[in-house]
Structures are given as structure tokens and as C-alpha cells.
């Protein structure tokens, strides 16, 4: 019954923000991902690091685990709700919510 409301809730805040023409991803409190090539990633809305080395980086994002895999990965910059990452990115993938660590 919980995750019904929560499908409700999610359906009505797209609507809003479909007539209001705002941006989906800010009303529906969703992370987005800007890509440059296969060397910077940029990350906004994400809820923290879950684990950093230079082949993987976990980042937590409000609909689950991110995780971006390659060589050379490092943070460049981090803020409350942004991160920037750069190397050279093989893959980005999201955990599924059973799976994450």
C-alpha cells in the first residue's frame, strides 16, 4: 500500500512539473548526469560517496546506487549535492536496490 502512494506521489509531481515546464529532475528530486566524452562526469543531486578508488567510485543518489567504473577515476570537486569526476569512464551503471552494498 506504501509504494502505491509513493507511485501516486511521484506520477502527480511529474505532471506538475510537465505543466509548469520545470525541469524533471529537480521536481521529481532525481540525479543528473552530465557525461563529456569518456573523461569528466559530472553528478548534481547525489546523497554521498560510498566508495572511491581509482577503478570504481559508489556514489548514493535518492533512486539508489551509482556506480562508475574505469581507470584513473578522481573526484576533482565535491559539494553538498555535486561531484565532479574525471578519467577515463568505461561504464556507469545503477545498482539495483537488492544488490547494493
Not at 566524452?37 to 567510485?57: D, F, S, T, V
Amino acid at each position: 500500500m506504501k509504494e502505491g502512494k509513493q507511485a501516486k506521489r511521484a506520477r502527480l509531481r511529474a505532471k506538475v512539473a510537465d505543466f509548469f515546464e520545470l525541469p524533471s529532475e529537480i521536481v521529481l528530486d532525481l540525479p543528473r548526469l552530465v557525461l563529456t566524452g569518456k573523461q569528466r562526469l559530472l553528478i548534481e543531486n547525489h546523497r554521498g560517496i560510498k566508495e572511491y578508488a581509482k577503478a570504481l567510485i559508489r556514489l548514493s543518489t535518492p533512486v539508489g546506487t551509482l556506480r562508475i567504473s574505469g581507470q584513473d577515476l578522481e573526484i576533482l570537486a565535491i559539494a553538498q549535492e555535486q561531484v565532479e569526476i574525471e578519467g577515463r569512464i568505461d561504464q556507469i551503471e545503477w545498482e539495483e536496490r537488492g544488490e547494493e552494498q
